[in-house]
């Protein structure tokens, strides 16, 4: 027989329900009004990438939701198969673009992982790692070395000591990684450059932890691009990771310590944006208004930073750039990183720069919006099911023709470019800033 | 619950990994897309073969427990909502064409399928699979033909039953029987096949489908019309239909459902029009533009404020997904949607639309209007917060009246989205005797031991031993020992 859902059952009190979890702070409680925008419709069914694989409502949005709500009511206990399915999810938030409801899935998922880690007995392993990797640059220094050595040498030992603090699902690509910088951006370039062309304003360049390990050049090239355009460009050396990795595993702690790190570091260059070129940092950086909102000395100065953060794609686009001269040379797609599409609504703007610089050898990705498997970390914890999602952005690919993917965001570059390594195509994945600068470096 | 034996049974029949008895999982299939009803299966099934499926209607007649087949759980009347004592037999991986004959222009395809995904495929051979519900991106083909569903395109080319040339059914005994053909006409013997469409998943379960395919219409061409009054809009639809003209589509919003579509779909829409017509016509390019002009000047002579016409197919086409996101939008202004689909003579529009906003207003309770004014399917939806136990009875109340005017009016309680457990209760009003019976004997002949998705549309009549209860507290003691008493019986 049919039972009507009575909405509150017996169970823990949710604490989101009065205290303005509308405003969307991130909660350590899965919040009661969010969990019911959702209609279960199931319009989110068709571009969960995670259903697509396992054909079952368990692994879809709405299906997750429905566990979340059944946890926050007392009907399950947090379970393997919860924690599971919560972190199956890429939270590539394409759910949240499709869906008419407006439910805003990428809190409710991220609100149930940090849930689940608060309500575990010890911090987890990977947590802990995390939190060393991403807290200061030391950690990353160090891997990234070894790592440097590894793709060089292939020398088993470092895959021995790496294998320690990293998990084994990256370095089975790892030689087929794009190679790790040599250098990283941050640590070249000067704290602040002039432009190249009228003066317009000052801005400051997040390099990121990961952009700046494996795409140092396009931090460059970002740079260069900017200055190009006339804008004097700072690049704070106190920055540190924006924390959206520790945010996303649910350790918010760890994500607010760094937070607080950037907007010092930041606020100190004077600058009247802060321009990131990562799709993951971008969106993270913009959130940090809500993720300190309960801070007393830092929520305003939160919101203000976020207030300030623009995407690079979107901010050249919206303040105008200096069109290149010549076209490229190869046939060129767009890949949408998710945290640009779907987190920050970003499309039109690089798609309008792509064509714009690629005229008559622009061609249309099919599910141009579908992961394609990177999410952060995903690709090491669930190295099959990322492998599978990247299978079908490479048919693709491989089905458009393009011998040139543009994308916006450093996982989604190497997660591609491994793809396309392995599968022997002929494509190169590249930033859109080092597309645009390249255009402009021929013209001299 | 099924005992354990049973689950041993189904675990040989199906193999260990196709059957799913987890509480995350049983919860994960508890609902569909209709709002406030949900409850827990005992198991889900995954069939890979016509014979397994076979094989589980005989092993629940004999172990007398329940089948429920679900596609993608889009439903809106509930019929794949579990019952007690259930198994759900999840078909949405069956998503295979199996064969596009182009001569006869006719597809077979399995009851998986994603509507939209086959109509894009038919659609790049030139050929047309009209009927388009609302949740065409997930919706399967076999929840189409058991709910005999409808869509935007109706008023023009028909629905989901006009477009079934036959199929390979499962009937509740384990039997598998074929229906129909690639034949135009076919006469021979009763129409067994339109009483299984529609059927709800309560008769048998489609396994192959053959379905007739048209020419894709050369081109076609959307319009808007912007309106202050709900009248105006009223007034457009009988002028057009008395014009002669036939659009494609002819779909109407009201004012709080206009303001939740432009909040997701970001259209530019005026938030404060009171209604809009969304049209379109389709079919040869001369016609169509003749027909558009000509719907163009109707609207305005009939008090539409302004008309828009779609640039090209692709703002038509972002035009009409976002008519299709209406119902899910509306949540967008409170959290629970209560979607009907109250049905009228086209001519009595107007006022089934009058009427419905004056009993929101009676009931003090928000009701958001759309749908496909060209067939007089309304869809009015209460917009309300489960949570508020007295507001939902007030909007059950307000229904109540909703569908008895409808019925007054010469309609009917649901256009498209099928009775199974939402609407069971008005199938009284709106059908005599006769018909009540001969519905209950047609589902106790195919299906003697009630054991296919029952409780859906109708009941059968409980069998009793002995005397038959008359008190209230005999009553009260054997509905209490048969589940839950509100399901009433009738």
């Given at each position: 027989?049919?039972?009507?859902?009575?909405?509150?059952?017996?169970?823990?009190?949710?604490?989101?329900?009065?205290?303005?979890?509308?405003?969307?702070?991130?909660?350590?409680?899965?919040?009661?009004?969010?969990?019911?925008?959702?209609?279960?419709?199931?319009?989110?069914?068709?571009?969960?990438?995670?259903?697509?694989?396992?054909?079952?409502?368990?692994?879809?949005?709405?299906?997750?939701?429905?566990?979340?709500?059944?946890?926050?009511?007392?009907?399950?206990?947090?379970?393997?198969?919860?924690?599971?399915?919560?972190?199956?999810?890429?939270?590539?938030?394409?759910?949240?673009?499709?869906?008419?409801?407006?439910?805003?899935?990428?809190?409710?998922?991220?609100?149930?992982?940090?849930?689940?880690?608060?309500?575990?007995?010890?911090?987890?392993?990977?947590?802990?790692?995390?939190?060393?990797?991403?807290?200061?640059?030391?950690?990353?220094?160090?891997?990234?070395?070894?790592?440097?050595?590894?793709?060089?040498?292939?020398?088993?030992?470092?895959?021995?000591?790496?294998?320690?603090?990293?998990?084994?699902?990256?370095?089975?690509?790892?030689?087929?990684?794009?190679?790790?910088?040599?250098?990283?951006?941050?640590?070249?370039?000067?704290?602040?450059?002039?432009?190249?062309?009228?003066?317009?304003?000052?801005?400051?360049?997040?390099?990121?932890?990961?952009?700046?390990?494996?795409?140092?050049?396009?931090?460059?090239?970002?740079?260069?691009?900017?200055?190009?355009?006339?804008?004097?460009?700072?690049?704070?050396?106190?920055?540190?990771?924006?924390?959206?990795?520790?945010?996303?595993?649910?350790?918010?702690?760890?994500?607010?310590?760094?937070?607080?790190?950037?907007?010092?570091?930041?606020?100190?260059?004077?600058?009247?944006?802060?321009?990131?070129?990562?799709?993951?940092?971008?969106?993270?950086?913009?959130?940090?208004?809500?993720?300190?909102?309960?801070?007393?000395?830092?929520?305003?100065?939160?919101?203000?930073?976020?207030?300030?953060?623009?995407?690079?794609?979107?901010?050249?686009?919206?303040?105008?750039?200096?069109?290149?001269?010549?076209?490229?040379?190869?046939?060129?797609?767009?890949?949408?990183?998710?945290?640009?599409?779907?987190?920050?609504?970003?499309?039109?703007?690089?798609?309008?720069?792509?064509?714009?610089?690629?005229?008559?050898?622009?061609?249309?990705?099919?599910?141009?919006?579908?992961?394609?498997?990177?999410?952060?970390?995903?690709?090491?914890?669930?190295y099959d099911e990322a492998a599978q999602l990247l299978d079908r952005k490479l048919e693709n690919i491989k089905?458009?023709?393009?011998?040139?993917?543009?994308?916006?965001?450093?996982?989604?570059?190497?997660?591609?470019?491994?793809?396309?390594?392995?599968?022997?195509?002929?494509?190169?994945?590249?930033?859109?800033?080092?597309?645009?600068?390249?255009?402009?470096?021929?013209?001299? | 619950?099924?005992?354990?034996?049973?689950?041993?049974?189904?675990?040989?029949?199906?193999?260990?990994?196709?059957?799913?008895?987890?509480?995350?999982?049983?919860?994960?299939?508890?609902?569909?897309?209709?709002?406030?009803?949900?409850?827990?299966?005992?198991?889900?099934?995954?069939?890979?073969?016509?014979?397994?499926?076979?094989?589980?209607?005989?092993?629940?007649?004999?172990?007398?427990?329940?089948?429920?087949?679900?596609?993608?759980?889009?439903?809106?009347?509930?019929?794949?909502?579990?019952?007690?004592?259930?198994?759900?037999?999840?078909?949405?991986?069956?998503?295979?064409?199996?064969?596009?004959?182009?001569?006869?222009?006719?597809?077979?395809?399995?009851?998986?399928?994603?509507?939209?995904?086959?109509?894009?495929?038919?659609?790049?051979?030139?050929?047309?699979?009209?009927?388009?519900?609302?949740?065409?991106?997930?919706?399967?083909?076999?929840?189409?033909?058991a709910e005999n569903a409808g869509g935007l395109r109706g008023l023009k080319y028909g629905v989901t039953k006009?477009?079934?040339?036959?199929?390979?059914?499962?009937?509740?005994?384990?039997?598998?029987?074929?229906?129909?053909?690639?034949?135009?006409?076919?006469?021979?013997?009763?129409?067994?096949?339109?009483?299984?469409?529609?059927?709800?998943?309560?008769?048998?379960?489609?396994?192959?489908?053959?379905?007739?395919?048209?020419?894709?219409?050369?081109?076609?061409?959307?319009?808007?019309?912007?309106?202050?009054?709900?009248?105006?809009?009223?007034?457009?639809?009988?002028?057009?239909?008395?014009?002669?003209?036939?659009?494609?589509?002819?779909?109407?919003?009201?004012?709080?459902?206009?303001?939740?579509?432009?909040d997701f779909a970001h259209l530019g829409l005026d938030k404060d029009t009171g209604a809009i017509l969304l049209?379109?016509?389709?079919?040869?390019?001369?016609?169509?533009?003749?027909?558009?002009?000509?719907?163009?000047?109707?609207?305005?002579?009939?008090?539409?404020?302004?008309?828009?016409?779609?640039?090209?197919?692709?703002?038509?086409?972002?035009?009409?997904?976002?008519?299709?996101?209406?119902?899910?939008?509306?949540?967008?202004?409170?959290?629970?949607?209560?979607?009907?689909?109250?049905?009228?003579?086209?001519?009595?529009?107007?006022?089934?639309?009058?009427?419905?906003?004056?009993?929101?207003?009676?009931?003090?309770?928000?009701?958001?209007?759309?749908?496909?004014?060209?067939?007089?399917?309304?869809?009015?939806?209460?917009?309300?917060?489960?949570?508020?136990?007295?507001?939902?009875?007030?909007?059950?109340?307000?229904?109540?009246?909703?569908?008895?005017?409808?019925?007054?009016?010469?309609?009917?309680?649901?256009?498209?989205?099928?009775?199974?457990?939402?609407?069971?209760?008005?199938?009284?009003?709106?059908?005599?005797?006769?018909?009540?019976?001969?519905?209950?004997?047609?589902?106790?002949?195919?299906?003697?031991?009630?054991?296919?998705?029952?409780?859906?549309?109708?009941?059968?009549?409980?069998?009793?031993?002995?005397?038959?209860?008359?008190?209230?507290?005999?009553?009260?003691?054997?509905?209490?020992?048969?589940?839950?008493?509100?399901?009433?019986?009738?």
């Open positions: 027989m049919s039972r009507r859902y009575s909405g509150r059952h017996p169970g823990p009190k949710t604490g989101g329900i009065q205290s303005g979890a509308r405003s969307g702070e991130f909660h350590p409680e899965i919040s009661e009004d969010l969990l019911a925008q959702c209609m279960h419709c199931g319009l989110c069914l068709s571009v969960c990438p995670t259903y697509a694989l396992t054909g079952l409502e368990r692994s879809s949005p709405r299906g997750r939701i429905r566990l979340m709500k059944s946890v926050m009511d007392g009907m399950i206990p947090v379970t393997g198969t919860f924690e599971y399915e919560m972190n199956f999810c890429l939270d590539c938030q394409a759910c949240q673009t499709a869906c008419p409801a407006g439910v805003r899935y990428g809190e409710l998922v991220e609100s149930a992982r940090e849930f689940i880690q608060t309500n575990k007995k010890g911090i987890g392993l990977k947590r802990v790692l995390l939190r060393k990797f991403f807290m200061g640059r030391s950690g990353l220094r160090v891997v990234s070395a070894l790592l440097r050595v590894y793709q060089k040498t292939g020398f088993e030992k470092v895959v021995l000591i790496l294998a320690g603090v990293i998990p084994i699902g990256i370095l089975k690509r790892a030689r087929l990684l794009p190679k790790l910088s040599d250098k990283f951006a941050i640590d070249i370039l000067p704290e602040f450059l002039e432009p190249k062309s009228p003066a317009r304003g000052t801005l400051a360049v997040l390099t990121g932890c990961v952009m700046d390990a494996m795409y140092a050049d396009a931090n460059v090239d970002t740079v260069d691009v900017l200055r190009e355009n006339g804008w004097r460009v700072a690049v704070p050396h106190a920055q540190v990771c924006c924390g959206s990795v520790n945010g996303h595993a649910g350790d918010n702690e760890t994500a607010r310590a760094l937070a607080i790190k950037n907007i010092e570091a930041f606020e100190e260059t004077g600058a009247e944006y802060y321009i990131v070129n990562s799709a993951g940092c971008s969106a993270f950086l913009k959130e940090y208004g809500k993720l300190l909102a309960e801070n007393p000395h830092y929520s305003d100065r939160a919101k203000r930073f976020s207030g300030r953060v623009r995407e690079f794609s979107e901010f050249i686009y919206e303040t105008g750039y200096r069109k290149p001269k010549s076209k490229t040379e190869s046939t060129v797609t767009y890949h949408e990183a998710c945290h640009l599409v779907h987190t920050q609504r970003i499309s039109t703007q690089p798609r309008e720069i792509v064509k714009e610089i690629s005229g008559d050898s622009y061609r249309e990705l099919d599910e141009a919006t579908w992961c394609c498997g990177s999410a952060g970390i995903y690709n090491m914890v669930h089905r458009c023709g393009a011998h040139t993917v543009i994308a916006g965001n450093p996982g989604c570059l190497a997660q591609i470019a491994a793809g396309a390594k392995n599968g022997k195509m002929d494509v190169e994945v590249i930033h859109l800033a080092t597309a645009l600068n390249r255009l402009y470096k021929s013209e001299k | 619950m099924i005992t354990d034996g049973t689950k041993k049974r189904l675990r040989e029949l199906f193999g260990k990994t196709n059957c799913l008895d987890s509480m995350e999982d049983r919860i994960a299939y508890s609902y569909d897309g209709t709002a406030l009803l949900s409850s827990l299966p005992d198991a889900i099934v995954v069939p890979s073969s016509v014979d397994q499926i076979s094989r589980l209607m005989r092993l629940a007649n004999e172990e007398k427990f329940a089948v429920i087949p679900r596609g993608s759980g889009s439903g809106l009347s509930g019929g794949s909502i579990p019952s007690e004592n259930s198994v759900v037999l999840l078909m949405s991986r069956w998503d295979k064409v199996l064969e596009l004959d182009k001569n006869n222009l006719t597809a077979w395809v399995e009851p998986g399928l994603i509507t939209g995904k086959f109509q894009t495929l038919v659609e790049s051979h030139g050929l047309f699979y009209p009927p388009d519900p609302g949740s065409s991106q997930i919706c399967t083909l076999g929840g189409n033909v006009n477009y079934v040339l036959g199929f390979e059914v499962v009937l509740p005994t384990g039997e598998v029987m074929h229906i129909g053909g690639k034949n135009m006409k076919d006469v021979a013997g009763y129409n067994l096949k339109d009483v299984l469409i529609g059927s709800e998943g309560t008769l048998g379960i489609f396994t192959k489908i053959l379905l007739k395919l048209i020419p894709l219409p050369q081109t076609g061409r959307t319009l808007l019309g912007f309106y202050d009054s709900i009248a105006g809009a009223a007034e457009t639809v009988s002028a057009i239909t008395a014009a002669r003209i036939m659009p494609a589509m002819l779909e109407f919003l009201d004012n709080p459902t206009i303001r939740a579509v432009e049209v379109e016509v389709d079919g040869p390019r001369s016609a169509v533009e003749e027909d558009a002009a000509a719907i163009e000047k109707i609207c305005m002579r009939s008090g539409a404020k302004s008309v828009r016409l779609a640039k090209d197919e692709a703002e038509g086409m972002k035009l009409k997904t976002a008519r299709k996101s209406a119902f899910s939008a509306l949540a967008r202004i409170r959290p629970t949607t209560i979607l009907e689909d109250a049905t009228v003579p086209r001519s009595e529009l107007a006022t089934m639309v009058d009427f419905i906003n004056i009993t929101a207003k009676k009931h003090d309770i928000e009701i958001g209007t759309f749908g496909h004014a060209g067939d007089g399917n309304l869809h009015p939806t209460g917009l309300t917060d489960e949570r508020d136990r007295a507001e939902i009875a007030r909007v059950e109340s307000a229904f109540d009246e909703i569908f008895r005017k409808a019925v007054d009016l010469g309609g009917t309680i649901t256009g498209e989205h099928g009775v199974g457990l939402a609407k069971k209760k008005f199938m009284e009003s709106l059908y005599d005797t006769p018909f009540i019976k001969l519905m209950r004997q047609t589902k106790e002949m195919l299906d003697p031991n009630c054991v296919l998705n029952p409780g859906k549309i109708i009941s059968v009549s409980p069998r009793c031993e002995g005397a038959l209860p008359k008190s209230r507290e005999q009553i009260e003691r054997l509905t209490a020992k048969m589940g839950n008493p509100s399901e009433a019986y009738f």
